[in-house]
């Protein structure tokens, strides 16, 4: 049996890890990089053998020197073999921050939230991707995880999916400065390259469409959203970190530039959505397509309006339906419905405000 030696020197080797993570230099990132850093968490978690625990870590700061999270499972595989709590903060590592311990805590359990979500399964807040729109990018704030969505058929498929960091103070911005990261549909207007912006920011960045006609309706404030990386001497940010961004590590953010195009590309923000299968999700979407009045919609606007042609959103947490269409002239229409008494009634239109009745 180990005893307190062993855990002072694992303790030690904690402090030099993290104090050493921020100025590796790394030539490259695996693209499976994140996969190996969620085998080493699941390993850990489900009671695995420790040595299979710290060798998974490992593997991960092989592939991600710049993730403190890497290192901070090696500490507490060696933790857990001395005996001690591999949750709890050691007087060595408080030394170095308490908010470090939170930070990389909460980013594991964050990552390890993937495992909730079955392979194969459609996201319920994704109802319809139309011909207009090339990619949609799902953010579920509560998972930590961004979503590439694209068309196939009539149906969707998921190609790809990301960690993220959102606005310190959580989603639902409401006013400039709130720290909170917008929840409701929006598009990539435009990109904005590295060259043009500080370390700080990554690679570029992809601004969003805040505020929106809904986000104005209700006298939303602010400006600045973006999707964007992280400096370049570290690989993540905490689940909460930003001050209403979403951040991705730049090896992501990278990754996901083939599929963002300003203009083509939209972006959901849900604090979480259900997943279902594929059987479940074509039952439901079909009897959501049904229930939306876009008959009507269309007499009062004055728009025609093509269901085949719209993409369609249902955003859960407002209990709201959105259709989003390109006109013409290219630019990007919504309307948005509310439910009541049962049914969904327009709300809100890029043409014209709709009252509830």
């Known amino acids: 049996m180990m005893g307190t030696p062993w855990r002072q020197s694992s303790r030690a080797l904690l402090v030099a890890l993290l104090l050493q993570a ?49 290192y901070f499972l090696q500490y507490q595989a060696y933790t857990a073999m001395a005996g001690g709590d591999p949750n709890s903060p050691a007087p060595a590592v408080q030394a170095v921050s308490p908010e470090t311990h939170r ?29 207009g729109t090339d990619t949609v990018l799902l953010v579920e704030s509560e998972r930590s995880r961004l979503w590439v969505l694209t068309r196939k058929g009539d149906s969707v498929e998921v190609v790809a999916n990301h960690y993220v960091s959102v606005g310190q103070q959580g989603v639902g911005k409401e006013r400039e400065g709130d720290r909170k990261t917008p929840l409701g549909l929006y598009r990539i207007s435009n990109e904005i390259p590295g060259t043009k912006l ?63 195009k300003p203009g083509r ?21 079909s009897s959501q397509r049904a229930e939306l009045p876009l008959e009507a919609l269309q007499k009062v606007s004055g728009v025609e309006t093509d269901q085949t042609r719209e993409s369609i959103y249902h955003l859960e947490a407002e209990q709201l339906m959105v259709t989003e269409r390109i006109d013409r002239r290219g630019r990007v229409l919504r309307d948005y419905f509310k439910r009541n008494a049962g049914r969904w009634v327009p709300y809100l239109s890029d043409s014209k405000p709709l009252a509830t009745n």
């Not at 921020?22 to 978690?45: H, K, M, N, Q, Y």
């Not at 969003?208 to 993540?236: E, Q």
Request: net charge neutral; with cysteine.
């Open 22 to 70: 921020p100025g590796i230099v790394t030539a490259g990132t695996e693209p499976s990089s994140d996969l190996e850093l969620r085998e080493a968490i699941r390993l850990f978690s489900s009671g695995a053998s420790l040595d299979s625990s710290l060798s998974a870590a490992r593997k991960a700061e092989r592939n991600l020197p710049k993730s403190h999270l890497a």
């Open 198 to 260: 500080i370390d700080f920011y990554g690679p570029f960045a992809l601004p969003l469409d805040y505020p929106n006609l809904l986000d104005r309706s209700l006298a939303k404030t602010g400006s600045g959203i973006w999707l964007h990386g992280v400096p370049s001497d570290r690989y993540a940010r905490p689940p909460r970190a930003s001050d209403g961004c979403v951040v991705l590590a730049n090896e992501d953010l990278l990754a996901i530039r083939k599929y963002a």
């Open 265 to 285: 590309t939209s972006v959901v923000v849900v604090p979480q959505t259900n997943w279902l299968t594929p059987s479940q999700w074509r039952s439901l979407m």
């Open 103 to 131: 930070e990389l805590v909460n980013e594991e359990r964050a990552r390890a939230k993937l495992a909730t979500v079955a392979a194969g399964t459609i996201p319920s807040a994704i109802v319809q991707i139309a011909p």
